[in-house]
């Protein structure tokens, strides 16, 4: 979840890494540094806070054209200077993303021999296990074959030694993903792809169990015992315009209105689908946080469109269970396509004879490299931690998927029709913003919400409690409506806000029954709903009605109302003054378990 930048070239690299970092911040926010070599002599700056903090401390000018770079997502000890990365030993700095598992043992070793530590990062450990074996023989090769042989876990490291001065070294194994890019400016290394933008023209990514010596020279790759490795370099998909806010105040805000952009582009645009998905039967469905509430979604479309026998997994719990794998075929949905827990479900899969496919947001990434077919979401950089066009672009696939399964043509040539029209729609819910604003002053001094929902609407209400805690803190629980009198509606008072969707569905009435329940307990409701559903709540005592357009179809209502709720969490978050782009203790991907 941390972020690893490095660069080496014939120009300055302190503002390519810099560069690349800004990129690489929504991977880890918690402190930030730099380490340069210069003249022969290992520099180190490092600063708590975002990256802002440690533009502060930098030096106006160096001559330094190789370096390293690190923005951190606190694992081992607390966000504070002493365990900023780089860490360093002896000459020697290290940045690392990942997790060395047997840490402790090493470090225990170390202290035996006389190392002092002064961080609480397994990363330090790192840093002196390195030196402790180059001071023996000067040896990078042998060294790096240790790293790769003893320390455990799930890593991608990047190294500076001052008696290299013009050598970046490299180390990756597990899961933790790492990529090298080249251009005319020079060779760079990244933990996320979307840091390179503007920098590399091409990149190549590594696998892996092996470790590198980067230079203007050449790349070397080997594996642990010292065999080369051949590596191919793609062009960058991404290019410089696809950065940046425009005149957003937020990336958050800009991704929401991309919406239905997305729809329209992808909407209605054929999705191809491998064999082995057409004629499964059972599918599997992973994903974590809003990816698994997309799944969710999904589940219903594949059971009630395409009638197949579908499994909800949730990717975090799933390889810890040594579930028993029936025949059929994984959709992984994951937006970076480096979700740790995801790919470790997909591998445990594989290992079981399923077919896997990866659903991601980024091409190339370490899931669709281990999936026997990707499908491409299309929804374009999200740098918001909190997922909301991914959301709709997964959303839109799993239902693209279900079409093309499905046999009812006449209900299909109806979906589409919808989709149609589906973006206008959804646009027509931004020209009502200022009542959203105002439903989100009303809940901003909140101590809990309740979001409630039944049927296809039930993930989206997950969905809806997720974006509120994750961007206003205020902890947001969702419930399947139904459970209402199964023990939720205990927590119902005059305090407690609950939002309840009721779209125009076979579902209304039974959900204007429990708005009905929450009212008697003197609940303040907050509905979104549809204009059909609308003038059916006229006179029911609620707080408010949020109305969005009728879709032609039901299952188009989620595209509309996840829209709602992620403006209502916006505007809350925003009115509380709360980082949007940056909640505190989160990370855009989750990169270790």
Avoid at 51 to 68: H, N, R
Avoid at 335 to 341: F, L
Avoid at 363 to 371: D, L
Avoid at 502 to 521: G, H, L, W
């Amino acid at each position: 979840m941390c972020g690893i930048v490095g660069f080496l070239g014939t120009c300055p690299a302190l503002e390519i890494i810099v560069q690349a970092l800004k990129g690489l911040e929504y991977r880890g926010y918690d402190s930030s540094g730099v380490a340069l070599i210069e003249h022969g002599r290992l520099l180190r700056h490092r600063a708590v806070g975002t990256l802002d903090q440690l533009m502060k401390v930098l030096p106006e000018t160096t001559k330094s054209t190789l370096g390293i770079g690190h923005t951190r997502w606190a694992t081992h000890g607390a966000p504070e200077e002493r365990n900023a990365h780089p860490q360093v030993s002896h000459g020697i700095a290290v940045v690392h993303n990942g997790i060395i598992e047997n840490f402790s043992e090493l470090k225990a070793q170390l202290l035996k021999q006389g190392y002092a530590f002064e961080s609480e990062t397994d990363t330090e450990v790192v840093a002196h296990f390195i030196h402790q074996h180059y001071s023996k023989s000067k040896n990078v090769e042998e060294v790096f074959s240790k790293v790769l042989k003893e320390l455990e876990g799930s890593f991608a490291l990047a190294i500076i030694l001052e008696d290299h001065p013009n050598h970046i070294f490299i180390a990756r194994k597990g899961i933790s993903p790492l990529a090298i890019g080249r251009s005319a400016k020079g060779i760079s290394l990244c933990s996320d792809t979307l840091s390179l933008v503007g920098i590399a023209d091409e990149l190549s990514y590594i696998e892996d169990g092996v470790w590198g010596d980067l230079s203007l020279e050449g790349i070397k790759i080997f594996d642990e015992n010292q065999i080369s490795q051949s590596i191919e370099f793609v062009p960058h998909p991404l290019g410089k315009d696809s950065l940046g806010r425009g005149e957003f105040s937020h990336y958050m805000l800009k991704e929401m209105y991309e919406q239905p952009d997305i729809v329209l582009k992808e909407g209605t645009q054929t999705l191809d689908i491998p064999k082995e998905l057409s004629k499964a039967l059972h599918i599997t469905l992973i994903g974590c946080g809003s990816a698994f509430y997309a799944a969710w979604g999904g589940k219903y479309y594949l059971e009630q469109l395409a009638n197949r026998i579908v499994t909800l997994e949730l990717a975090s719990e799933f390889h810890y269970r040594n579930p028993v794998v029936q025949d059929g075929v994984t959709i992984a949905v994951s937006q970076s396509g480096e979700t740790a827990d995801t790919l470790k479900a997909i591998q445990y899969m594989e290992q079981h004879g399923q077919y896997t496919v990866g659903m991601v947001n980024v091409p190339h990434s370490s899931i669709s490299r281990q999936v026997h077919y990707e499908i491409l979401t299309k929804a374009g950089p999200e740098i918001g931690v909190a997922s909301t066009k991914a959301f709709t672009a997964q959303l839109l696939c799993l239902l693209k998927i279900s079409m093309n399964l499905m046999q009812d043509s006449v209900r299909k040539q109806k979906i589409l029709k919808g989709l149609k029209q589906l973006p206008l729609d959804m646009q027509k819910i931004f020209f009502k913003v200022s009542q959203l604003q105002d439903i989100a002053q009303h809940l901003v001094h909140s101590k809990g919400i309740i979001f409630l929902g039944r049927g296809m609407s039930y993930p989206v209400a997950l969905e809806g409690a997720l974006k509120m805690s994750e961007l206003s803190y205020i902890p947001g629980q969702g419930f399947a409506a139904g459970e209402l009198k199964h023990g939720p509606l205990a927590l119902v008072d005059a305090c407690t806000p609950v939002v309840v969707l009721a779209p125009m569905d076979q579902f209304f009435e039974k959900t204007v029954s429990n708005i009905y329940e929450v009212c008697a307990r003197e609940g303040k409701v907050f509905v979104i709903t549809d204009n059909a559903g609308a003038e059916q709540l006229a006179g029911v005592p609620v707080q408010d009605i949020f109305v969005y357009p009728s879709p032609t179809t039901w299952e188009l209502h989620p595209f509309l109302s996840v829209l709602t709720l992620q403006l209502i969490a916006y505007y809350t978050a925003l009115h509380k003054g709360c980082s949007i782009d940056q909640p505190r203790n989160l990370a855009k991907a989750v990169t270790v378990e």
